[in-house]
């Protein structure tokens, strides 16, 4: 006689007609964000007596190549907390690390765990890992997109100003990263503005502009991108992988700074958001970061309940 677990890996999966995977924004339907959106409430307020426990008996691997603090501790808990088993995997502890293919990896893991959620470099490995390991696959951050951070950004938005009509989001920085990447797939589906000040170098790319549509407008004008926004928006000038770039990008940058003048230029009562780790006297300065402390921390917080709806939209 043979026992199957609740949710074992390979017969599970083999009667799912489609598996959910997070890799990108840009994939999510409008129905599905919303839905993630909505049970990121529910996430928050009912934490400690959810109804179900929708990875109960179920492991999700943690695989990291990059370095984390909110991700990796919003995941763990989060995983915990809907039932399952977290299992966190630094890319250097495993062959990975040593050049086995992402293919093989994913081949073996969907032979033995239920759900992957992934932080590295290129995020073709992210898809291919979602590809060749046939289980949910989340995206936990790559060079081109942070899908994750984007949701509870959302939720955070939608705590503070209940919709999200009409609003101008402006995010100030290297337009070109992950962040905003995401952001700007967000503000097209969502249909609210999104402006990105940036130099030249770091506005994203015609070709991810032209594919998301909506509302874009990229500028080197700092003061005409922050006027009247409902929202100012940074994040790092030197994103992990891009630390050979130090110099040049302090330099490019370092007028992009949201600060006591630009705030006064932005709508009163404009939420001022990092998605963090921050750098003081960088992207953001020390007073501007601490007297908006209180919409950053509620943004890192929001990672666990957002994330654990994607968990529950994954796994449905
Ligand atoms: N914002 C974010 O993803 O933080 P970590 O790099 O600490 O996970
Ligand atoms: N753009 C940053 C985000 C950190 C959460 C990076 O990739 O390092």
Redesign the pocket.
């Known amino acids: 006689m043979r026992f199957l677990t609740h949710g074992e890996p390979g017969k599970h999966l083999d009667h799912q007609r489609h598996v959910k995977h997070l890799l990108s924004i840009e994939q999510l339907t409008l129905r599905d964000l919303n839905q993630i959106l909505a049970d990121a409430v529910t996430m928050k307020r009912t934490r400690g007596r959810h109804r179900s426990l929708p990875l109960a008996g179920q492991t999700w691997a943690l695989i990291f190549a990059?370095?984390?603090?909110?991700?990796?501790?919003?995941f763990e808990v989060g995983v915990s907390e809907l039932g399952g088993r977290p299992m966190f995997l630094n890319t250097m502890d495993i062959q990975m690390g040593r050049g086995e293919p992402i293919k093989d990896t994913a081949r073996v893991m969907g032979r033995m765990i239920h759900g992957a959620i992934f932080?590295t470099f290129a995020q073709t490995d992210v898809e291919d890992f979602a590809r060749f390991a046939k289980i949910p696959t989340i995206n936990?951050?790559t060079d081109q997109e942070?899908p994750?951070?984007i949701l509870a950004d959302l939720q955070t938005i939608l705590e503070k100003r209940k919709s999200l009509r009409g609003l101008v989001v402006t995010f100030v920085g290297d337009g070109a990263c992950n962040?905003p990447v995401s952001w700007i797939f967000a503000a097209a589906k969502l249909g609210f503005e999104l402006r990105i000040a940036a130099p030249k170098k770091f506005q994203p790319s015609r070709a991810i502009l032209k594919r998301a549509g909506g509302n874009i407008v990229c500028t080197e004008d700092l003061k005409a991108a922050a006027r009247q926004a409902d929202v100012l928006y940074t994040?790092v000038w030197v994103s992990?992988g891009k630390e050979s770039e130090t110099a040049a990008r302090l330099k490019a940058l370092k007028h992009y700074q949201i600060n006591r003048p630009l705030v006064k230029l932005a709508k009163p009562g404009v939420l001022v958001m990092h998605?963090?780790?921050a750098y003081r006297g960088k992207e953001i300065d020390n007073e501007t970061f601490e007297a908006h402390a209180d919409t950053i921390f509620t943004?890192?917080e929001n990672?666990l309940h957002a994330q654990k709806a994607v968990l529950k939209w994954a796994v449905s």
């Open positions: 990059k370095a984390s603090t909110r991700t990796r501790i919003s932080r936990a951050l942070h994750c951070q962040v994040d992990m998605c963090l780790p943004q890192a990672r």
